[in-house]
């Protein structure tokens, strides 16, 4: 499971125009402007794994029906996909290598050195065990690396102008100078992943390790520290030590954001962010609702094994009493000296072993009815547990949402209160006494029933996430829109105007499907 810390750290700026021309190898970048900077990015997420679903996507790993629905949804440019590359053990530029995935690379990693995953077992992961570095820098100068001076079509798609474009070996250098700064500073054993993609907007590497120091996961002892200071020096001092090797890049260290008070984050940097965040948290709602159904297979089974034994104490306790009353009327009889004394000794001595082993027998499935008992009421607790989880992770879904949207819900609240007013006028004036239902359908009614989710989703159109949009839709009760129409915000459309349409689109795309009504 991947739970994934927001904790990025982040140095760079918006893309600068600049007619750059590259050197030889390994030279510095020459502009006709100088004037003009670019920056280097680095982004830092630190996590408690990382998914098959993280890892097909630093690999490419999908199906044609992945790549149909990245293509028609996503950023990516299917013909620009086999430009992409990874750089292996020794510096070596190589293509993808699909045929392991990023987990099963760290299992292997771990098992040749004999050093245990921390959060194996674990219900939940609680242990930083992955950092993936984002590597990159401003648009024109990673692209011009990448691609010299090529015509390249960046929009997403399946780009055919794009099918005879080359790599330019600039990138690839580029590409060992970043894995050897990591290897320098890391160990090249611990990086289970380190991938070049040219294939959206931006060119930028994956680089994933494991936090591993003298045989142990030691996240604290190589980059947090003994705390925020020293975590915040640690990280300030590798931006410093990365802008010496990318300088001949003519990659610059940006200022520190704690100086500037700003994010240097390209919108395309914040798409891949924000769905990361986003595919993290859904994948986790995903696996506790797949626990959850374990559990409640494995509470039925509990339930049956501690209701069968329950039966079968009780019987033993019958056979125990009826055994020790056949021996008590054997007694008075001995006593009263009827009968033959011989037969009836003999068959005192068969009913006290008849009761010694029903005792064994009683006292083995009393002790197992306890331990049934007990691991029942841990499934339960197991149960109460994950579902106090996933809703924890709902909550921290909308808590993450609203902090990183933050400027976007500003913008988003002010048009829906001034929707809300007009559409409350025009229907008030239009309704009697009686016609409430002139409200349904309405915007007013979306907000007044899911409010937070129409929000979520206008905001994820706004930012032009379609894709992310009519999954949170469809996955929390709405139909979705069935329209054909083109969708996107218009060159002419100023951002009160693009507002409005999607706080309109994320109401109609709420609405369930056909036939079904929202419980009021």
Sequence with gaps: MGNSIPHTTTVGGSGCRTSSKLGQIGCPIKTDNMAEKSWQVMHMNVMKGITTAQSNEHQRNWTERGWDFALEKGRYDRQRERLNFEVVKGGKIQEIDKRQSIPERMAESLLQRGIKDPNEGLAEPKYRTVVDFILSGSQNTIRQLAFGDQDVVYEPGNNLENA?????????????????????????????????????????????????????????????????????????????????????????????????????????????????????????????????????????????????????????????????????????????????????????????????????????????????????????????????????????????????????????????????????????????????????????????????????????????????ATTFAETHGGGGSKSNLKWGKDDDEDNRAWARRCMMMASRMMRPASGKKQKR
């Design 164 to 468: 005879t474009l080359k790599r330019m070996p600039e990138i690839e250098q580029w590409a060992k100078d970043m894995y050897w700064f990591m290897s320098e500073r890391f160990g090249e054993e611990n990086i289970v992943g380190c991938y070049v993609h040219l294939d959206e907007l931006s060119p930028h590497m994956h680089l994933t390790l494991l936090p591993i120091q003298d045989g142990k996961f030691a996240f604290k002892k190589m980059f947090a520290g003994k705390d925020k200071l020293e975590f915040s020096a640690r990280t300030k001092k590798l931006h410093d030590e990365l802008a010496e090797v990318n300088r001949k890049w003519n990659l610059k260290r940006g200022r520190n954001i704690s100086e500037t008070g700003a994010k240097h984050r390209t919108t395309e940097e914040y798409r891949r962010h924000l769905s990361e965040e986003c595919t993290n948290i859904e994948e986790q709602v995903v696996q506790h609702k797949k626990a959850l159904s374990d559990l409640k297979v494995e509470i039925s089974l509990a339930e049956r094994r501690v209701k069968g034994l329950t039966s079968m104490v009780d019987n033993l306790r019958k056979a125990k009493a009826e055994k020790e009353s056949q021996l008590s009327a054997l007694e008075r009889t001995l006593q009263s000296h009827q009968g033959d004394t011989a037969t009836i000794i003999a068959e005192r001595e068969r009913l006290e072993k008849e009761l010694a082993s029903i005792q064994i027998k009683l006292e083995d499935k009393q002790d197992k009815l306890r331990t049934a008992d007990q691991q029942l009421e841990a499934l339960k607790r197991d149960m109460d547990a994950i579902g106090e989880r996933t809703e924890e992770l709902k909550g921290e879904a909308y808590k993450y949402s609203r902090e990183i949207h933050s400027n976007v819900d500003v913008l988003l609240k002010d048009v829906m209160l001034e929707t809300l007013v007009g559409e409350h006028s025009e229907r008030v004036a239009e309704m009697g006494a009686a016609e409430q239902s002139v409200f349904d359908g309405s915007l007013l009614q979306s907000l007044t029933e899911q409010g937070a989710e129409v929000m979520h989703c206008a905001t994820l159109l706004f930012l032009g996430m379609v894709n992310d």
